[in-house]
Every structure is written in structure tokens, then in C-alpha cells.
């Protein structure tokens, strides 16, 4: 006789050598989350699981690939590349809110998040 019933650890068991993909537990993914929404609470931001509506737009991540790529910097004081000039001189940036005592606002490079108002970055293009 087949037996029908399986057990959790044997119906994930199998999955996992099925799909080949490890299953993982909802205790280390709430570790993981919770770990990044700490880090993006450093930043004065929203926390990044449910941070649109937990508190707002979530700021940008200067470790991120496209923040690397343009070489995006939360303070341009930082960055001599940017010759005294930040983004709330240029033509991608819109204020939005004053967040931590820091003005913050959009950038046209980064959909969906905010950037300082004081960074910069090396698309920085001056406001008309
Ligand atoms: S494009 Fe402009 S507003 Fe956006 S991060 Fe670069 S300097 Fe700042």
C-alpha cells in the first residue's frame, strides 16, 4: 500500500529536492527583513518591506548597483567630483519632504525613492 499522507518535513523535503530550490523558514525570513528594515531606518528611511506604507518612500541605498553605477553620494561634500554642486541643483531632483531634519525628494533616476537634497551623483545635471 502507498502511503498518501506525508508528514510537513517530507512534503518540504520532497519539494525542495523536486524544485531543487531549499525551502526556507518564515522565522529567518522575518530575520532578513527585519535586519534591512533596520539598516534602512539608519538611513532615515521607511523600512524596506512595506516602507511605502509603513512611513513614505524609502530612501536610496548608496550600496545599491544603480547608485553605485552613478556614484551617488548622500552628501556631495563627500564626493570632489561634484564641485560643490548637489541634487537639489538639479534637474532631476523635485522636493518632496524635510526627513530627519534633511530635505529629501525624487530623482528621475531613482523611480519610487528619495534621495538628499544635499547628494549628489554623477548624472547631476544643473536645474534649468
Ligand atoms: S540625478 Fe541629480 S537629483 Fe538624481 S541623484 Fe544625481 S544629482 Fe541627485
Known amino acids: ?20 530550490v531549499a525551502v526556507v523558514a518564515p522565522a529567518a525570513l522575518s530575520a532578513v ?15 524596506a518591506a512595506g516602507g511605502a506604507a509603513a512611513g513614505g518612500m524609502p530612501m536610496v541605498d548608496p550600496n545599491d548597483s544603480v547608485a553605485k553605477a552613478v556614484k551617488y553620494v548622500e552628501d556631495f561634500k563627500k564626493a570632489p567630483e561634484a564641485k560643490g554642486n548637489d541634487c537639489m541643483g538639479c534637474g532631476f531632483y523635485a522636493k518632496k519632504e524635510v526627513r530627519n531634519g534633511k530635505e529629501v525628494g525624487t530623482c528621475t533616476i531613482f ?18
Not at 33 to 45: H, L
Not at 111 to 128: E, H, I, T
Request: charged share 25%.
Open 1 to 20: 500500500m502507498i502511503e498518501s499522507k506525508m508528514n510537513r518535513r517530507g512534503f518540504f523535503s520532497t519539494l525542495a529536492k523536486i524544485t531543487g
Open 33 to 47: 527583513f527585519s535586519s534591512t528594515a533596520e539598516a534602512q531606518k539608519k538611513r532615515g528611511g521607511a523600512p
Open 111 to 128: 523611480a519610487g525613492k528619495l534621495v538628499y537634497g544635499q547628494g549628489w551623483c554623477a548624472s547631476w545635471n544643473k536645474k534649468a
